[in-house]
């Protein structure tokens, strides 16, 4: 991990994506504040600070969390479910980014309180062109959720 | 006048009654009733206020007998008195076969009067058709593989053969005289009477209830699907319906067994697209975007060779990401059901070119759209079509200076054909039967773009609403597509069952 603070958790299992993702946003010096993991478990572990990231619960709050939906161990649905059932974790905005745009899956997504949900184009150009405002609004132009929404306090 | 008449109707009657027994009707010239005793009350269920002074041809007679009863009371007339065996209609509409003694009467003042003795013969008459049915038609309906039944037109069984008393679970004996309404579900009881009365009016060979599923009812009460096909017989003094009615239970179940196993092939299918889209996306996207990044690090110090074959690269991922694509759109046009409504080809024509107008900015073409007819088909796929027949004019017209491009109808064999004519590059029809092939193409990707998909899509489409298409062309002078709509005349294929 770099010294930037983690805006950005990326859950990406092709390595190849990832690396086409991340170089889409290099040019914007936003890499340096992604990190990657390579399933859902590695996932919701980030996310909720726990086993090898549990020293992160010092860390800011995520801006935004990225999820495909074809995640080894723990598929993107169940990430995104568990992600919006919890207080500390539901105020973080979603983008599901996958290769699927079939209706039940779209539908399922924002059912489950997904913020965004993109298709990867098949297309390079407009697969970064797609990549790079994911990055740019979510990460610089977006109002990241303030502090006092992660506590337990307004759970319902 | 009719005082008089009617006084001496009622003392005839009332003497007349104590030597005969059954209904004792008494009618005028014109068949107007004057006297209906209670025996005729209870035969035809109407009441004597409610016929009297009323025709005959109002109440007893069948309505598509009615011509024939005329002149029946004319001869009558003439002849002084006969017997006869008639069909009569019942207050319930409920058809029986009554035995009429008739005699003319005249009165006091010369006017004459019929006076009819009418007696049921339903059964007897059914019985004894039956018997002579029975050693008539029992050499040819016997054997045969379906229930056969012979019903008279009051709607009465006259014969039945072993076939049915096995599918039915009636005795022979059971079914003669009955109507043929025991067989048929209770829940048609009141409906099936009429068609049956309908079919009599205009009997000729064919089968019940076209498009309906059909059950028969076995005397347990329980059902079975069949399939039953009417036949008119004509006898001496009656006419008669064959039906000739066949369990389609086992074949119903094969049916519905090759429907799941159908449904389970499209879900293979389904998952199979399904996992292409997203696992060979995936690779086509990685190939072209990191030739191309590879491209952009070399930057400008990249020698041309180089160049060259990361462009080879890029252009032949962009190709395979296309034809995916237009895979995908064939399997999925696969399991889609065309979903057809009349519909006006003209509207569908006029938004595919307004759509290709705004796109195409550089080139003089001239659209001439004639009337269209409106077709019963699926709007969606319509618009399919259009599109790449269409597209493919514009792209095999780009060498020409002024490219027309020709929507217009015409009639074949008495079916309306739409055609698309552009005077483009044409092709050899040597090769015609290649056409709607996928990924056959019949020129160099050099010269013309493509996948080679886009009129398998077509072809595809059509096949979906029963029609056809081909096409004529020569080199350098151009190609007309033709296609009908099967499904454009629907009204031909539907019938009254």
Not at chain 1, 45 to 60: I, K, L, Q, W
Not at chain 1, 112 to 127: C, D, H, I, M, T
Not at chain 2, 91 to 117: E, F, Q, T
């Amino acid at each position: 991990m770099s010294g930037k603070p983690v805006q950005m958790l990326l859950a990406e299992d092709n390595p190849s994506d990832a690396d086409l993702i991340l170089t889409s946003v290099a040019k914007h010096g936003l890499a340096d504040s992604i990190h990657l993991v390579q399933d859902g478990v590695e996932a919701l572990d980030f996310a909720f600070c726990r086993g090898e990231y549990s020293s992160r619960v010092h860390e800011p709050p995520l801006r935004v969390i990225v999820l495909d939906v074809k995640l080894p161990k723990v598929d993107g649905f169940e990430v995104l479910r568990e992600l919006k059932a919890d207080p500390r974790t539901r105020s973080i905005p979603v983008v599901m980014l996958t290769s699927s745009n079939i209706e039940r899956d779209v539908a399922l997504g924002y059912r489950l309180g997904a913020n965004s949900y993109l298709q990867k184009p098949v297309e390079f150009e407009r697969f970064r062109e797609t990549v790079r405002q994911l990055g740019l609004y979510w990460m610089t132009m977006n109002e990241p959720p303030p502090i006092s929404s992660f506590s337990d306090d307004d759970a319902q | 006048m009719y005082d008089s008449a009617l006084q001496a109707a009622r003392e005839f009657a009332a003497s007349a009654s104590q030597e005969l027994s059954g209904a004792l009707i008494v009618l005028g010239e014109d068949g107007t009733v004057l006297s209906w005793n209670d025996a005729a009350v209870s035969l035809f269920g109407y009441g004597t206020e409610e016929v009297t002074g009323r025709s005959i041809f109002e109440t007893i007679v069948p309505p598509d007998l009615i011509e024939e009863k005329r002149r029946w009371l004319t001869r009558a007339l003439e002849r002084g008195a006969a017997n006869y065996e008639l069909m009569r209609r019942r207050k319930d509409d409920v058809r029986i076969w009554v035995d009429v003694a008739v005699r003319v009467h005249g009165d006091r003042d010369g006017r004459r009067m019929l006076v009819l003795n009418e007696r049921d013969i339903t059964r007897i008459k059914c019985q004894r058709e039956a018997e002579q049915l029975q050693t008539r038609f029992r050499g040819v309906l016997e054997a045969g593989p379906d229930a056969t039944v012979l019903v008279d037109s009051t709607g009465r069984m006259v014969f039945v053969n072993s076939e049915t008393e096995r599918l039915f679970g009636y005795s022979r004996e059971e079914l003669l005289g009955e109507f043929v309404e025991v067989l048929v579900p209770t829940r048609f009881h009141t409906s099936h009477p009429g068609h049956r009365r309908k079919y009599f009016r205009t009997p000729r060979i064919r089968p019940m209830g076209i498009g309906l599923e059909l059950s028969g009812r076995r005397k347990d009460g329980s059902e079975f699907p069949v399939e039953i096909s009417l036949g008119p017989l004509s006898i001496e003094d009656d006419q008669l319906t064959m039906a000739a009615i066949r369990d389609v239970s086992s074949r119903r179940r094969m049916e519905e067994a090759l429907k799941a196993a159908n449904i389970g092939a499209n879900a293979e299918l389904e998952a199979f697209t399904y996992s292409v889209s997203h696992d060979l996306r995936a690779p086509i996207r990685q190939i072209e975007g990191f030739a191309k990044i590879l491209g952009e690090h070399l930057g400008k110090d990249i020698d041309p060779e180089a160049e060259h074959y990361l462009r080879r690269i890029q252009e032949g991922s962009q190709q395979m990401g296309r034809l995916v694509d237009d895979l995908l759109h064939l399997a999925h046009l696969g399991r889609q059901d065309a979903k057809p409504r009349r519909i006006s080809l003209n509207t569908v024509v006029s938004n595919v070119i307004a759509n290709m107008r705004a796109e195409i900015t550089d080139r003089a073409i001239e659209w001439r759209v004639d009337q269209l007819p409106s077709l019963v088909c699926d709007p969606g796929l319509m618009k399919v079509v259009f599109t790449n027949l269409l597209s493919n004019a514009v792209k095999y017209t780009r060498p020409r200076e002024n490219a027309v491009i020709e929507v217009g109808q015409m009639v074949k064999d008495g079916q309306p054909v739409v055609y698309v004519r552009d005077n483009g590059v044409g092709f050899d029809m040597k090769y015609a039967d290649k056409l709607f092939g996928v990924f056959q193409r019949l020129h160099r990707a050099e010269e013309f773009e493509g996948t080679g998909v886009g009129l398998a899509i077509v072809h595809r489409i059509i096949r979906k609403h029963n029609g056809t298409i081909w096409a004529e062309a020569a080199p350098d002078h151009g190609t007309t597509f033709f296609f009908t709509l099967g499904s454009s005349t629907p009204d031909a294929a539907t019938s009254t069952g």
